[in-house]
């Protein structure tokens, strides 16, 4: 791709940031886009991801979305990704306010149904097939981990904090990245895996650190990490190697940006929801989010 000049917009879905690109006008192939990424990025500080929108031609869903990580890889769900899509389609390609607050959307090769909640203060993201999980013993340097696999759009590793001796007071500013990086590139992971380190608090909050593939390092959240985990927590209680959960969906995770993100299952169905706060963003708003992330996990 020659250097070129690609207009964006960055939003933020719970601390997550990401470059919003309309490839409508743009045509641009997902190798082009992989290429602009990791070889033209335009920015001086890094986002978590780039979505390339495109409206949809067919009745099924009202528009396409295409994740990239930083590194270029595609092809993973991103939940808070998707989050920050349902308000960018919300808010620059339909006539607003509009009666409904539904749209159908592709993304990663499944239809998800979005919903733009209290004039777009929330937005909500719900998956429509039930989570795949394996319980997993992994071996490192530090000892035996124990996780949960978990498949949701994403390949995810949950491990719970307390079980591993994690100590409560600091679990947002100790060094995770020394536990999580050799375990995002495990040998019993042929794909690798976005690394969950979850806390469990007497109000029946889940505290949430997550190491993300593709953009290798700890973001300030992640949504279908969030959604993983609070599905374990759920579905898995009294398991010998979690801590004890006495919540009931909806479940509140706080990740390490400080935000909270909200999972919902919807009656009679499977489907979880994943909710939170998506906005738009100046490049300089986003850089001094960065920055403030960058200082609280030093």
């Known amino acids: 791709m020659t250097k070129k000049k690609i207009p964006f917009e960055l939003m933020h879905g719970a601390g997550n940031i990401f470059m919003v690109i309309n490839n409508d006008e743009l045509n641009l192939s997902l190798d082009e886009f992989s290429e602009f990424m990791t070889k033209e990025y335009p920015l ?41 899509a349902i308000k960018y389609h919300k808010e620059n390609f339909e006539e607003f306010p509009k009666e409904s607050n539904k749209v159908n959307f592709l993304m990663a090769g499944t239809i998800y149904t979005g919903f733009y909640l209290f004039s777009g203060k929330n937005v909500s993201v719900t998956f429509p097939n039930e989570p795949m999980v394996k319980e997993l013993e992994l071996e490192t340097d530090k000892g035996i981990i124990h996780a949960f696999y978990v498949f949701n759009g994403s390949d995810h590793l949950i491990i719970d904090a307390i079980n591993h001796g994690i100590n409560a007071i600091d679990f947002f500013q100790f060094d995770f990245r020394s536990l999580a990086e050799p375990l995002r590139h ?13 806390m469990t608090t007497h109000d029946n909050l889940i505290k949430l650190r997550t190491f993300e593939r593709g953009v290798e390092r700890e973001t300030a959240a992640c949504g279908t990490g969030a959604l993983a985990t609070a599905y374990i927590y759920q579905n898995h209680k009294k398991h010998m190697n979690l801590s004890v959960f006495t919540g009931d969906y909806p479940i509140e995770l706080q990740v390490q940006s400080g935000d909270i993100l909200t999972v919902k299952k919807e009656n009679d169905s499977e489907s979880l929801s994943l909710i939170g706060p998506a906005e738009f963003l100046t490049i300089d708003e986003a850089f001094a989010m960065y920055s403030d992330f960058q200082q609280r996990i030093q």
Do not use: T
């Not at 040998?187 to 979850?198: D, I, T």
């Open 44 to 84: 001086h500080f890094p986002v978590d991801g780039l979505m390339a929108y495109r409206v949809s031609d067919v009745k099924d869903y009202e528009f396409i979305i295409d994740f990239l990580n930083p590194d270029g890889s595609h092809g993973a769900m991103c939940g808070n990704g998707a989050r920050c």
């Open 186 to 198: 495990h040998p019993a992971l042929p794909n690798g895996a976005n690394v969950n380190l979850a």
